[in-house]
């Protein structure tokens, strides 16, 4: 099984910057595709960010042009630079990693709060 565990959430002002990061372990299956979700008390989970091993990434139409994503395949981790905040991106974020034929990981989430 694969065990992943996010870091680098927490608060910030509106306009600021947070860097979240993303570690995979265990029985990785290659290639993959990793990314983000995110999730709002009350609110459908929404798809951020996808990155494949090669480096193709799909954003959503919300974070484009201020959210990048980047991997290291040799570290099995995920970086997620999310600048220009905004208070609509208050939310638990979720990384995940999937597989051709296996099932997708997730980890615990990470919450990011943008507030003043």
């Known amino acids: 099984q694969v065990q992943l565990v996010e870091s680098g959430g927490g608060l910030v002002q509106p306009g600021g910057s947070l860097r979240l990061s993303c570690a995979a372990s265990?029985?990785?299956?290659?290639?993959?595709?990793m990314g983000w979700y995110r999730q709002a008390p009350g609110k459908p989970r929404e798809l951020v960010v996808v990155?494949?091993?090669?480096?193709?990434?799909n954003y959503s139409d919300d974070v484009k042009g201020r959210f990048t994503i980047s991997r290291d395949n040799a570290k099995n981790t995920v970086v997620l630079q999310m600048n220009s905040l905004k208070p609509e991106d208050t939310a638990v974020y979720y990384c995940?990693?999937?597989?051709?034929?296996?099932?997708?990981?997730w980890g615990q989430g990470t919450q990011v709060t943008v507030s003043s």
């Open positions: 995940f990693l999937r597989g051709v034929r296996v099932g997708p990981s």
């Open positions: 265990g029985s990785i299956s290659r290639p993959n595709d």
């Open positions: 990155v494949s091993s090669g480096g193709t990434t």
